[in-house]
């Protein structure tokens, strides 16, 4: 199956961002979730202190989340659609909170150690950005790198469980609602992709595998309440030990 990548995908973003959130709004849901996801990283103190990283940011729903999540940590948030952080940035932020125009193939050129403190970066956030991205192994990695030893990582994504069941669901949510939706708004390539993409990726447990192939320790997944159940779920794991030379990642 044929799915967008790389600029395909940031350009389609870029025209779907002006609507982008009064359809996600039509999801029941949506913004609970990540909410649910952000909590589940457990920061400390209303994250006083602590330096967070969110990654695929969009328009900026995720941000807000992890926001609610730790109002009193400093946040960057980082998108490769320029269209999604022009709408994100123009919302209402504390001044802790800044964004980054960035592939997130090349995450440690935008952002670096440094700028989440001299030891990396508190936690990481990503929704929805895994199964957008060419190369979700060198991704991992990056995250890796820009963690402090012991920081966390949340991964908020649809990951089906592989249930023949779930994915019939996901089939005929996409079928019925989310492609004759982006069709009115004239995105409806980027919502064959949606459908498409989440066809294609890691069921949950393969995610979790990579997770745990990537370095990361103390991997869990936990699922949504409600229809997202089996089609949503949060990956928490924190920052492990370095790999040792020679270990080869199961996927």
């Given amino acids: 199956m044929t799915l967008l990548r790389d600029q395909d995908l940031a350009h389609a973003f870029d025209h779907a961002a ?30 006083a202190g602590l330096k967070l990283l969110d990654i695929g940011c969009g328009t900026g729903a995720s941000t807000a989340a992890l926001l609610r999540a730790a109002p009193h940590a400093e946040i960057t948030a980082v998108d ?9 940035a123009a ?10 125009h960035s592939p997130v193939e090349e995450l440690t050129r935008a952002v670096t150690p440094d700028t989440g403190g001299a030891s990396g970066y508190d936690a990481v956030f990503a929704a929805y950005l895994f199964r957008n991205v060419t190369d979700a192994q060198g991704v991992l990695a990056s995250v890796r790198a820009l963690l402090r030893p012991g920081g966390r990582l949340a991964v908020h994504e649809y990951s089906l469980s ?20 982006g069709t009115l708004t004239g995105d ?64």
């Fill in 91 to 100: 919302k209402h932020w504390p001044g802790r909170v800044r964004f980054v």
């Fill in 188 to 251: 409806r390539e980027l919502y064959h992709h949606l459908w498409r993409s989440v066809l294609a990726f890691d069921t949950a447990p393969r995610f979790a595998a990579r997770l745990a192939g990537a370095g990361m320790d103390d991997t869990r997944i936990v699922p949504m309440a409600g229809w997202s159940t089996g089609i949503v779920h949060t990956f928490l794991a924190r920052r492990g030990p370095a790999q040792p030379d020679g270990v080869a990642s199961p996927c």
């Fill in 80 to 88: 490769a659609s320029a269209g999604m952080l022009e709408r994100a």
């Fill in 162 to 181: 592989g249930s023949a069941a779930h994915r019939a669901l996901w089939t005929a949510l996409c079928r019925g609602v989310i492609i004759p939706a």
């Fill in 18 to 47: 002006g609507t982008y959130d009064r359809l996600v709004a039509m999801n029941p849901g949506y913004h609970a979730d990540l909410r649910r996801s952000a909590r589940r990283l457990r920061l400390p103190d209303g994250g």
